[in-house]
């Protein structure tokens, strides 16, 4: 299909050029999509850690007021468990 034995290979200036602009060219664009990708990350990252410290923090809380509410002691086996499995 192609000669590839047929004689030197001669690359000239143009060629060079355009072979180095792309290998620029990609080079700054994947320096610029692992940047990107990097702020993503960190910013669903401190998205998360918020979302999940609410979480906690609203169970915590409503916990808290059911045993503020009852008195964990004098709960019946059925309502104790109920705290834990609603």
Do not use: C, W
Not at 11 to 34: E, K, Q, R, W
Request: hydrophobic fraction near 50%; charge should be negative.
């Amino acid at each position: 299909m192609f000669d590839v034995n047929s004689g030197p290979v001669l690359y000239s200036t143009p060629d060079l050029l355009a072979i180095v602009f792309l290998g620029v060219i990609g080079g700054v664009l994947g320096s610029l999509y692992n940047y990107l990708v990097d702020k993503v990350l960190r910013t669903y990252s401190i998205i998360n850690e918020y979302v999940i410290s609410q979480q906690v923090n609203s169970f915590i809380k409503s916990f808290s007021n059911e045993l503020l509410f009852h008195n964990i002691i004098s709960l019946p086996l059925f309502d104790f468990l109920n705290l834990f499995f609603p």
